[in-house]
């Protein structure tokens, strides 16, 4: 396959901000404070930005049988961006305060609702100020505009196909992108059950970016995914994390690689752990 320049620089970004149909989206979220994100986008963000919520935009109501992070309604997330000012015609660049691992799941959002120019800030936030790129301190209001959404439902995994079909899940070659003692059931912070999907490969997101938060070289990464789909870039193959958040990192990584574009399991860990029957691989298992 092709492979897709996703990542931007932040000096190229500055350069075409100004242009009405560039538009910057803002995700910063921090799981351990919700309101966070929001937060320090009104304290300071990229000139024009708007902001994206990842637990009211970008994901669903949390249920009983879904992980954390569900899909979000079509209907109201189409109706949210149109208020925000983002058509169908924008080219939107996605970041975060800096890694980009919920950058990544807007990314994958938009690229879900049919949105193929979307490209995510490599560095994030933290990088664009480091920069000393021009910030704005005031809540933006775009004029709003029609976003009409082409949901592809091929571009997701569910838990009933997975639980249906456990004896392929090598075959599948399911990446769960969670750091490596959370796969191997060491150490759980998040949900209440450690270990992984039984079959599954750990290819931990925070192996692809540096220290600063930056994006490693794409050989680097490259090799990263070609290790763990076992040398085989043609491969089907699926990401997976806590919530179908982190694991929207390696599909980004993958496409810029020119593998095959990886079906995202959505519900991922939360989900699969929501029942008690379903098996449950621990340490090398």
């Known amino acids: 396959m092709t492979q897709q320049r996703i990542l931007i620089e932040a000096s190229k970004l500055h350069r075409r901000i100004t242009e009405n149909d560039w538009i910057a989206v803002d995700c910063r979220f921090d799981l351990a404070d919700v309101t966070a994100g929001r937060r320090s986008y009104e304290q300071a963000h990229i ?15 949390v249920r009983a049988d879904t992980g954390r992070h569900p ?6 997330l189409v109706a949210t961006l149109g208020q925000k000012g983002i058509g169908n015609t924008d080219t939107v660049v996605v970041y975060d305060s800096s890694h980009g691992a919920v950058a990544a799941r807007a990314w994958w959002i938009f690229r879900w609702l049919g949105l193929r120019a979307v490209r995510l800030l490599d560095g994030g936030f933290a990088h664009w100020v480091k920069q000393g790129l021009p910030v704005e301190h005031v809540v933006v209001h775009r004029e709003p505009k029609h976003f009409a959404a082409a949901a592809s439902d091929t571009l997701v995994l569910t838990t ?31 949900d209440p059950v450690a270990g992984h999907v039984p079959g599954a490969v750990n290819a ?22 070609g290790k763990a ?5 043609g491969a089907d193959w ?21 593998f095959r574009e990886p079906r995202l399991y959505v519900g991922s860990w939360s989900e699969w752990i929501r029942d008690q029957a ?5 340490g090398e298992d």
């Open 47 to 61: 000139p024009g930005a708007v902001f994206l919520d990842l637990d009211e935009d970008l994901a669903g109501p």
């Open 204 to 225: 931990p997101f925070a192996d692809f970016v540096d220290k600063e938060g930056r994006w490693r070289s794409l050989a680097e990464r490259t090799a990263l995914l």
């Open 278 to 282: 379903r098996p449950i691989g621990c």
């Open 229 to 233: 789909l076992g040398g085989d870039p």
């Open 160 to 190: 009933g196909e997975l639980a249906a079909d456990l004896g392929r899940i090598c075959e599948r070659k399911l990446l769960d992108a969670r750091d490596r003692a959370r796969f191997l059931g060491e150490h759980e912070p998040i």
């Open 71 to 76: 899909l979000p309604d079509i209907k109201k």
């Open 238 to 258: 699926s990401v997976m994390c806590g919530s179908g958040v982190t694991a929207c990192h390696l599909a980004i990584s993958g496409l810029e690689a020119g």
